[in-house]
């Protein structure tokens, strides 16, 4: 019997603590129906903690009559309020070390991120996060790799999920790794829920940095997003800016965190998007619309940064849309 723990910290969110416990359920009758047994493939336990100075201790076993062999993986769930600093939760960090160090595999979802990077196990390591926290989470752990684009990083002995409802993906990867992808696309068809191929950088928006405190870059943001980024010349980028052009390269760059190019094909992407959300304009005529006198070189770079070809994310995202289509 496999045991998984689910961390209840302080402002954990309730309904993925119990929607993970029916997953696995789920996953359990699914198991169960495929072999003669009537011991659960999987028992969940959960794990309360009072406060930031104690360790979480177990309030809950999904079946006591048989021991596992110990935890084999422990989640902590996403949380509907600010992510935890790291000095409100020293215990905890101890304890999913100690946890780490006996081999048991440490995931995230969401917000959760927080809490598992402050163990310092994630350093130079990928990780992600919910996309509206994944600056806050560099910040405040500059040497942890977050990549926000990806819906679930699985890295062995570390899996993080993104999105605030990644608990589904990422109990149907546990379900994958401890009882077999048969198991898992068996209990994925039934919660209907689509068992891969998603990624958060279909659903995130571009949220340019604004609070960098660089006047001058924040003067050619503005520019940049009242004009929808029509104009990317740089020698107009460092007129407006009052800059010379290697300094505003410069200065655009550590501010913003990416190129000039690369943060005018965002904001051309994020307006393109709305056009295929709420539009039924070709692809060529959106191309010419967002600055691309290029449709090649718009569906190359629309496909790059959402993950999906402009026709595809039509198809899957066009409110006008029938049900049937």
Not at 43 to 53: E, G, I, L, P
Not at 140 to 156: N, S, Y
Not at 256 to 276: D, H, I, P, S
Request: hydrophobic residues 45%; aromatic residues 8%.
């Amino acid at each position: 019997m496999q045991e998984i723990g689910v961390v209840m910290y302080a402002g954990a969110q309730q309904a993925a603590i119990l929607g993970l416990t029916d997953l696995f359920a789920v996953a359990n009758r699914v198991a169960e129906a495929h072999s003669e047994s009537t011991i659960p493939a999987i028992k969940v336990t959960h794990w309360q903690q009072d406060d930031a100075d104690s360790a979480p201790y177990k309030v809950f076993d999904s079946y006591t009559p048989a021991a596992s062999t110990g935890l084999a993986a422990l989640i902590l769930p996403p949380a509907l309020g600010e992510p935890l600093g790291a000095d409100d939760m020293p215990a905890l960090q101890v304890w999913l070390r100690k946890q780490h160090a006996a081999g048991v595999v440490l995931t995230s979802v969401c917000a959760g991120a927080f809490a598992l990077a402050a163990t310092g196990l994630v350093k130079q390591r990928r990780m992600t996060t919910h996309w509206s926290h994944a600056e806050l989470l560099h910040q405040r752990f500059p040497d942890v790799i977050v990549d926000a684009d990806q819906l679930i990083i699985d890295d062995g002995d570390i899996i993080t999920a993104g999105g605030l409802m990644a608990w589904t993906d990422l109990g149907l990867r546990l379900v994958d790794r401890l009882l077999g992808s048969s198991v898992m696309i068996a209990t994925a068809r039934i919660l209907l829920v689509d068992p891969a191929g998603r990624e958060q950088r279909f659903y995130s928006v571009f949220s340019p940095c604004l609070t960098h405190g660089d006047a001058a870059v924040l003067k050619v943001q503005h520019w940049l997003q009242a004009t929808q980024a029509k104009e990317t010349a740089l020698a107009i980028l460092a007129a407006e800016a009052g800059l010379e052009e290697r300094t505003f390269l410069r200065r655009f760059q550590k501010a913003t965190g990416m190129t000039t190019t690369e943060y005018c094909q965002r904001l051309r992407v994020g307006r393109a998007r709305e056009l295929l959300q709420f539009g039924n304009a070709s692809i060529d005529r959106i191309a010419w619309e967002v600055g691309y006198s290029d449709p090649s070189a718009f569906r190359k770079v629309f496909t790059r940064i959402v993950g999906l070809a402009p026709s595809d994310y039509r198809r899957r995202f066009n409110a006008k849309a029938s049900p049937a289509a």
